[in-house]
């Protein structure tokens, strides 16, 4: 960051991303963040502009909680997708993210196939997917359920929990 120090700007974390606008985490607070035009301009795609996680370089308004983005600073992580409709484009979620929870109800919903695919994304975004089965209390055998799961999670610890009866919660705290 200490190029963007010696300009003069802040560092910030983006928290929250809004249609054009971000709220960012800064020393002190949080700002409502807007995108300088050249930052827009020279990306390449969507995927290099700012997303919930990034370290951003920011010059704040003077007595307002407002400011705008001058650079984003390298991704240590990317948990990103294919865009919607788009042959190639990448949409990323989130980034420099330590850890992804996959998270997936105990009922008719399960899905091997789909936890597999979000599995892959977890793996390829460089953070540590771990899976958390809910409603535990609601299966009739949540251990082989976890047991069945664990076929397709080759070393992601998969964890059962009941937000009604606790069951799970502190192996997953």
Same mark, same amino acid.
């Given at each position: 960051?200490?190029?963007?120090?010696?300009?003069?700007?802040?560092?910030? #974390?983006?928290?929250?991303?809004? #249609?054009?606008?971000?709220? %960012?985490?800064?020393?002190?607070?949080?700002? #409502?963040?807007d995108v300088t035009g050249r930052l827009v301009h020279e990306a390449a795609s969507a995927a290099e502009l700012p997303v919930v996680g990034d370290w951003v370089a920011i010059a704040a308004r003077a007595g307002e909680s407002s400011g705008t983005v001058q650079a984003v600073l390298p991704r240590r992580t990317r948990f990103s997708r294919k865009?919607?409709?788009?042959?190639?484009?990448?949409? %990323?979620?989130?980034? *420099? $993210?330590?850890?992804?929870? !996959?998270?997936?109800? !105990? *009922?008719?919903?399960?899905? !091997? &196939? &789909?936890?597999? &695919?979000?599995?892959?994304?977890?793996?390829?975004?460089?953070?540590?997917?771990?899976?958390?089965?809910?409603?535990?209390?609601?299966?009739?055998?949540?251990?082989?359920? $976890?047991?069945? $799961?664990?076929?397709?999670?080759?070393?992601?610890?998969?964890?059962?929990?009941? *937000?009604?009866?606790?069951?799970? !919660?502190?192996? $997953? #705290?």
């Amino acid at each position: 960051f200490e190029p963007y120090l010696a300009d003069g700007l802040i560092a910030g #974390r983006v928290a929250v991303q809004h #249609r054009g606008a971000y709220d %960012v985490l800064v020393e002190g607070g949080e700002l #409502r963040c807007d995108v300088t035009g050249r930052l827009v301009h020279e990306a390449a795609s969507a995927a290099e502009l700012p997303v919930v996680g990034d370290w951003v370089a920011i010059a704040a308004r003077a007595g307002e909680s407002s400011g705008t983005v001058q650079a984003v600073l390298p991704r240590r992580t990317r948990f990103s997708r294919k865009t919607a409709w788009q042959a190639a484009e990448e949409q %990323v979620l989130a980034a *420099n $993210v330590d850890v992804v929870f !996959l998270v997936t109800s !105990l *009922n008719e919903d399960l899905n !091997l &196939r &789909r936890l597999e &695919r979000y599995l892959t994304l977890g793996w390829e975004s460089g953070a540590q997917p771990v899976i958390v089965l809910t409603k535990s209390d609601l299966h009739p055998a949540p251990e082989a359920a $976890v047991a069945e $799961v664990g076929t397709i999670a080759y070393g992601v610890p998969v964890h059962a929990v009941s *937000n009604r009866t606790g069951a799970g !919660l502190d192996e $997953v #705290r």
